[in-house]
């Protein structure tokens, strides 16, 4: 069985990892279908590290696939 440590990753953390501005980050918020949904904790935003990976490998299937 594969031990695997869930993290949380706050606004400014998930703009680093996906090599985006925080604006980027709030605009695909809004407009983009595939970008999850933010667990929201003490107000702030935070998303899991199997969120943030399943929509980075969405974004890849799909450059793949328009490619």
């Not at 970008?35 to 990976?53: A, D, V, Y």
């Amino acid at each position: 069985m594969e031990n695997t440590t869930k993290m949380l990753f706050d606004k400014k953390s998930v703009a680093t990892l996906l090599y985006v501005s925080v604006p980027t980050i709030n605009r695909r918020m809004k407009n983009d279908k595939h970008f999850p949904k933010p667990l929201l904790i003490g107000g702030k935003n935070f998303w899991s590290n199997e969120q943030i990976n399943h929509y980075i490998d969405t974004i890849q299937s799909e450059c793949t696939s328009t490619a």
